[in-house]
């Protein structure tokens, strides 16, 4: 997760625990999906790696939401109206490859 | 596992490794592996070289807190994503050779800049002001607290676009052009430069990538799991080295990659 110089210490171990149970979900999946292909399961593992794919994805959400709520914070609207703005380009993105 | 899984698995390695060390994605060395050795097609490489970005840009956001620019890196990442959808917009309109072509030259000129300004710390007096977009961290190779300002944040503005619409037509996260600019023209030392790019680097790629999924460009999703895997554990390598490597050596390495890259994409044609 992104940390701005001014982060109090228990927003900071919230992020860190955030950003840690996401990865270890990462791993997990990417782990899964490959055991289950070695296993002769394809369609399972292909679910599976495609989820994780999802969370791969969501992790930059995050971050960029993790720096707009600090700006909110400190209320500093020029770089929140940014983040604000990278946010809904990211949604575009994802929204518009929709099936 | 088989030959192409263990290829798949140290390309990864290889650009998670980079990502630790000098905070690009690695999709400038993963694309031409997956595509010339394992044979897959240039784009399911491009669409795999993504995913290794993300990756890449996941296990960096734990660890390169301390030395990121997280103000910089959303202001350009207002440029990057714009580049990066428009991109995604076009991805099927031009001819791959017309990229190739434009990379390598790219390539070729960054490296030279390095080259150049091998030994510029990029660094100001403990007093001085840094700016609105500019910081200080504790630099681990003097061992003492060092301030920066951000310069020419207009011609980063420009080159984090040119990135992003990169992202989207070669499948590379731009950092080989976010780093090197930071660093060389942005008056941003290195290590701040690579954190800040390794964050952009995986919001770059995500629209790039939505773009790519929507096309079938994954596949079964096989060889982009096996390289995300090699990604994860390069990276915990390339942070292991990372505190031993001088700033000059990491320069040095980016130098080179940027060169054996220039002569590829060049040299292809």
């Given amino acids: 997760?992104?940390?701005?110089?001014?982060?109090?210490?228990?927003?900071?171990?919230?992020?860190?625990?955030?950003?840690?149970a996401m990865f270890r979900a990462v791993v997990i999946g990417l782990s899964s999906g490959i055991a289950l292909r070695v296993l002769g399961q394809p369609v399972w593992s292909a679910r599976i790696l495609s989820w994780t794919l999802v969370l791969l994805v969501l992790f930059p959400v995050v971050n960029v939401s993790s720096v707009l709520f600090d700006e909110v914070r400190r209320k500093d609207w020029g770089f929140a109206v940014i983040a604000a703005t990278v946010l809904g380009l990211l949604a575009y993105g994802l929204i518009s490859r929709l099936p | 596992m088989q030959t192409a899984d263990l290829?798949?698995?140290?390309?990864?390695?290889?650009?998670?490794?980079?990502?630790?060390?000098?905070?690009?994605?690695?999709?400038?060395?993963?694309?031409?592996?997956l595509n010339s050795v394992m044979g897959l097609p240039f784009t399911e490489a491009k669409a795999v070289s993504l995913v290794a970005v993300l990756a890449t840009s996941s296990s960096a956001g734990l660890s390169n807190r301390?030395?990121?620019?997280?103000?910089?890196?959303?202001?350009?990442?207002?440029?990057?994503?714009?580049?990066?959808?428009?991109?995604?917009?076009?991805?099927?309109?031009?001819?791959?050779?017309?990229?190739?072509?434009?990379?390598?030259?790219?390539?070729?000129?960054?490296?030279?800049?390095?080259?150049?300004?091998?030994?510029?710390r990029n660094v100001l007096p403990a007093d001085a002001d840094p700016g609105m977009l500019g910081g200080q961290f504790h630099d681990d190779d003097t061992g003492r607290d060092v301030v920066y300002r951000v310069t020419r944040v207009p011609l980063a503005a420009a080159v984090s676009f040119a990135a992003g619409v990169l992202t989207s037509f070669i499948g590379i996260g731009g950092g080989i052009l976010i780093v090197p600019l930071l660093n060389s023209l942005c008056g941003v030392p290195l290590r701040v430069a690579a954190a800040t790019s390794v964050l952009m680097i995986g919001v770059?790629?995500?629209?790039?990538?939505?773009?790519?999924?929507?096309?079938?460009?994954?596949?079964?999703?096989?060889?982009?799991?096996?390289?995300?895997?090699?990604?994860?554990?390069?990276?915990?390598?390339?942070?292991?080295?990372?505190?031993?490597?001088?700033?000059?050596?990491?320069?040095?390495?980016?130098?080179?990659?940027?060169?054996v890259v220039a002569v590829r994409y060049l040299g292809w044609r």
């Avoid at chain 2, 031009?94 to 390095?114: C, K, N």
């Fill in chain 1, 1 to 20: 997760m992104a940390m701005t110089p001014n982060d109090q210490p228990a927003r900071a171990r919230f992020r860190d625990l955030i950003g840690r």
């Fill in chain 2, 7 to 33: 290829y798949a698995l140290l390309a990864g390695g290889l650009a998670g490794c980079l990502g630790a060390l000098v905070g690009i994605g690695g999709g400038v060395l993963l694309v031409p592996i």
């Fill in chain 2, 66 to 120: 301390r030395l990121l620019n997280a103000r910089l890196a959303v202001l350009l990442l207002f440029f990057s994503v714009s580049g990066s959808t428009l991109g995604a917009g076009l991805l099927m309109r031009f001819s791959e050779s017309t990229y190739q072509l434009v990379f390598g030259l790219t390539a070729a000129v960054i490296a030279a800049v390095m080259f150049v300004r091998l030994n510029k």
């Fill in chain 2, 204 to 259: 770059t790629a995500v629209p790039s990538l939505a773009a790519h999924w929507a096309h079938g460009f994954l596949g079964d999703f096989h060889v982009a799991g096996m390289t995300a895997v090699g990604v994860l554990m390069g990276f915990q390598v390339g942070r292991g080295i990372s505190p031993r490597t001088q700033v000059r050596s990491l320069k040095l390495i980016m130098a080179g990659i940027l060169v």
